[in-house]
């Protein structure tokens, strides 16, 4: 069935640059997600990508896309301490009626002063 | 303002009552779902609805309903809450179409004695 895998936690210092990787199972999948959820918040949309594509970038967020190896991953240039938070990769298969995503279990980055 | 909204944000209750947790939205949009957030987990479907009078159960279903009263607003019900409904409730919203963005609001934490 569908699966999306994160790593758990992920500890950078400020400044650097973070990279959040995922991967998942569904090949059909069209669309993959990056949300970002802060403490006591809802779920924030930072950015997608579309399965024919290999990278997308927007300001200080990269997302690379290996379909090959159903790898996905996000980039975060110059990371600061409100980036602390965590970060779920999603991903929906336009053969499912429902249109649910199908997340991972989160990454939670804490970023050191 | 916000765009999606939900209420209560947090709520304690006992094992057997029945509660209903709200879903508004001014976005404007025709899909509305409700997903469930478990600890060290990602998001699970529970309802999902693409019109008013159009319900659909998602992966876990049992022990709740729904009602689409409106195409801005979309309620949860538990008839008779148990401690394992303990989690972090979610309402998003998205519009028809293939790339299923969908806006998150901000959560009701249910405690359930």
């Known amino acids: 069935g569908e699966d999306v895998e994160q790593s758990l936690f992920l500890s950078v210092r400020e400044g650097d640059s973070s990279v959040i990787n995922c991967t998942y199972t569904d090949s059909s999948s069209t669309y993959l997600y990056w949300y970002k959820q802060e403490p006591g918040a809802g779920l924030q949309l930072l950015t997608y990508i579309f399965s024919n594509m290999d990278m997308k970038q927007d300001q200080r967020l990269t997302v690379l896309l290996n379909k090959k190896d159903k790898h996905l991953s996000l980039r975060i240039a110059d990371t600061q301490t409100g980036d602390s938070a965590i970060y779920f990769c999603?991903?929906?298969?336009?053969?499912?009626?429902?249109?649910?995503?199908?997340f991972g279990s989160g990454t939670r980055l804490l970023v050191r002063p | 303002d916000a765009d999606v909204t939900q209420t209560p944000r947090n709520r304690i209750t006992k094992t057997g009552k029945r509660i209903m947790l709200e879903c508004s939205q001014t976005k404007g949009h025709d899909r509305m779902y409700w997903y469930r957030q478990d600890p060290g987990l990602g998001l699970r479907l529970i309802y999902y609805s693409f019109d008013v009078k159009d319900i659909n159960k998602g992966e876990i279903s049992d022990g709740y309903s729904v009602s689409r009263q409106a195409q801005a607003k979309f309620s949860l019900s538990l008839e008779s809450a148990i401690p394992n409904q303990t989690a972090l409730y979610f309402c998003a919203t998205s519009v028809t179409g293939p790339r299923n963005e969908q806006f998150f609001g901000p959560g009701t934490r249910l405690t359930v004695l």
């Open positions: 999603a991903e929906t298969n336009p053969m499912d009626s429902s249109y649910k995503l199908i």
